[in-house]
């Protein structure tokens, strides 16, 4: 992965991750003076939200790619911005009034660590949550790609799988130790000019949408490209609705 790495993920994820981080940061309210952990920070989004609300001073993020950490550092000077892993994260107990992970728990090779390290860090009394796109019921951002995907090719599985149930993210919070937790649906809307503003993004090779149309020969991407057009609003301007899973846990003080 190179820097243009996380140029991509803002043109392609981060138009989404932006009004959902908006979101998360009001459901959770974070108070000036407490302090925020944002696990798989990727180049930004959550980190961004979270300094407009607390200041440089506030935020805390961790990321193991390397790329998106340098992406953040310079993008949020004086932003504690640290490399590595949700499971073993590198801070001591009650560190944090509150600790956020967005869209992350899908890539965790053991979540139940993950999440049970985001309540190790975070202090008695303090807030833990994570969220992701709902892709049990939808909308999410990519719906009508994998829809196209499916129409073309039966067999074309939607990423991330089956992480991403309200009763799988509610499971893993239970197994991980998080207390009184509470699960809600976060909504948002993103506009797009036309159907290439909606499409570019896709050709930007991110992600697993990314890796099937390199897969394809050039009439095969033509195919899906059209399909993809059949599933959205035909012209522009138009918007897309996404939803999220997010569940909230409190840690016992
Ligand atoms: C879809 S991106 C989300 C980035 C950002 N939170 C956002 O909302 O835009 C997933 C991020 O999780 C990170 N990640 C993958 N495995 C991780 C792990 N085990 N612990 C922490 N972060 C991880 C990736 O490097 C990537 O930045």
């Known amino acids: 992965m190179s820097f243009q790495?996380?140029?991509?993920?803002?043109?392609?994820?981060?138009?989404?991750s932006r009004p959902l981080a908006a979101e998360?940061?009001?459901l959770v309210d974070p108070q000036q003076g407490q302090r925020v952990l944002d696990v798989g920070c990727g180049?930004?989004?959550?980190?961004?939200a979270l300094v407009s609300r607390l200041g440089v001073a506030g935020v805390v993020a961790i990321d193991p790619a390397a790329p998106f950490v340098a992406?953040?550092?310079?993008?949020?000077a004086?932003?504690?911005?640290?490399?590595?892993?949700?499971?073993?994260?590198?801070?001591?107990?009650?560190?944090?009034d509150l600790a956020l992970a967005q869209l992350v728990v899908h890539f965790m090779t053991d979540p139940v660590a993950g999440l049970r390290e985001m309540a190790r860090v975070t202090?008695?009394?303090?807030?833990?949550?994570?969220?992701?796109?709902?892709?049990d019921t939808g909308p999410g951002p990519l719906t009508p790609f994998w829809a196209a995907a499916r129409q073309l090719s039966p067999a074309a599985q939607e990423a991330p799988g089956p992480t991403a149930t309200r009763d799988r993210l509610l499971d893993l919070a239970g197994r991980a130790g998080w207390r009184d937790v509470e699960h809600t649906v976060l909504s948002v809307h993103v506009a797009f000019g036309s159907f290439d503003d909606w499409w570019e993004p896709f050709t930007?090779?991110?992600g697993p949408m990314g890796d099937r149309l390199a897969a394809l020969d050039d009439e095969g991407?033509?195919?899906?490209?059209?399909?993809?057009?059949?599933?959205l609003p035909a012209g522009g301007p138009f918007e897309c609705e996404a939803r999220a899973w997010c569940v909230t846990g409190r840690i016992p003080a």
Do not use: I, K, N
């Not at 992406?71 to 949020?76: D, I, N, V």
């Not at 991407?221 to 599933?231: K, N």
């Open 43 to 48: 180049p930004g989004s959550l980190t961004g």
């Open 24 to 26: 998360l940061v009001r």
């Open 71 to 76: 992406a953040a550092r310079e993008r949020f």
């Open 5 to 16: 790495a996380a140029e991509s993920y803002d043109r392609f994820m981060g138009r989404w």
């Open 221 to 231: 991407r033509e195919r899906l490209r059209r399909a993809c057009q059949e599933q």
């Open 78 to 96: 004086g932003v504690e911005v640290h490399q590595g892993w949700a499971e073993s994260l590198p801070f001591d107990d009650d560190s944090f």
């Open 123 to 135: 202090r008695p009394g303090g807030v833990v949550a994570t969220s992701l796109w709902d892709h």
């Open 204 to 206: 930007l090779g991110v």
